[in-house]
């Protein structure tokens, strides 16, 4: 059974923020991930065709396919947790989230819907779609 994650994206103002953060991770290590301190414990069902869904400013804009879990200890002998992502960020219906620490389960059920592919390239720059649906106008 697949689940997903969801997850501030801390310091990051709008989607290509993100992508640019992430292309300038993969050149470093070749590889897209997030170090964490917990290690999920459904990380089976992660890896099972699960998501990492980012909240931007205020909402929910694209999700990211988890690939991997891993467990590593760092350079101070503290267990800690990478989240290794596919590289291609899929934009999903804006979705407002308040803000919350960590990362948090999200059922399949509940998770926002992927863009059309036709809306992908929306005329709403992204910074507006997700100020719009922070207001709950989208």
């Known amino acids: ?53 980012w909240v931007i400013r205020g909402a929910v804009l694209v999700r990211q396919r988890i690939e991997a879990v891993e467990r590593f200890t760092d350079e101070e002998g503290i267990g800690r947790c990478k989240l290794v992502f596919d590289h291609h960020l899929v934009p999903v219906r804006p979705v407002p989230r308040r803000a919350f620490q960590g990362w948090r389960y ?22 507006l779609r997700a100020e719009l649906a922070a207001l709950g106008l989208l």
């Open 1 to 53: 059974m697949t689940v997903h994650l969801i997850k501030l994206c801390v310091g990051v103002s709008d989607v290509e923020e993100l992508a640019d953060w992430q292309e300038r991770r993969r050149k470093q290590s070749a590889r897209v991930y997030h170090v964490t301190r917990m290690v999920p414990t459904r990380a089976g069902e992660l890896i099972d065709g699960g998501s990492i869904y």
């Open 106 to 127: 999200l059922d399949v059920a509940d998770a926002p819907a992927d863009l059309p592919p036709a809306h992908a390239g929306d005329e709403l720059p992204p910074k």
